[in-house]
Nanobody, 121 residues
Framework: QVQLVESGGGLVQAGGSLRLSCAAS????????MGWYRQAPGKERELVAS???????NYADSVKGRFTISRDNAKNTVSLQMNSLKPEDTAVYYC???????????????WGQGTQVTVSS
């Protein structure tokens, strides 16, 4: 089994910063894309940022220039540095990873349990 464990959420004032981290553990041969999603109350889950195994990144327009995603392939971790936070960034943030757990290059999607980020105005 593969588990993703997130950390780093919390309460911050507008304009502040937070760093989220996610570690994947279990039987892992390789990880393809990793990413962060968020879900605000009453809204659908949306992609915040993603990163390929080669380091290619993709960001939602709403966070470009403020958030930075990074990963450590050797440690199977992904992080999200969030700067200049706004109240509209308030949501539960979820880590996601496409994991090959059998060595046959077939990837399955795994999710973390979510971590709350609250930005006060």
């Amino acid at each position: 089994q593969v588990q993703l464990v997130e950390s780093g959420g919390g309460l911050v004032q507008a304009g502040g910063s937070l760093r989220l981290s996610c570690a994947a553990s279990g039987i892992i041969f390789r990880i393809n894309a990793m990413g962060w999603y968020r879900q605000a109350p009453g809204k659908e889950r949306e992609l915040v940022a993603s990163i390929t195994s080669g380091g290619g990144t993709n960001y939602a327009d709403s966070v470009k220039g403020r958030f930075t995603i990074s990963r450590d392939n050797a440690k199977n971790t992904v992080s999200l540095q969030m700067n200049s936070l706004k109240p509209e960034d308030t949501a539960v943030y979820y880590c996601n990873a496409a994991v090959d757990y059998s060595g046959n290059y077939r990837f399955s999607s795994y999710w973390g349990q979510g971590t709350q980020v609250t930005v006060s105005s």
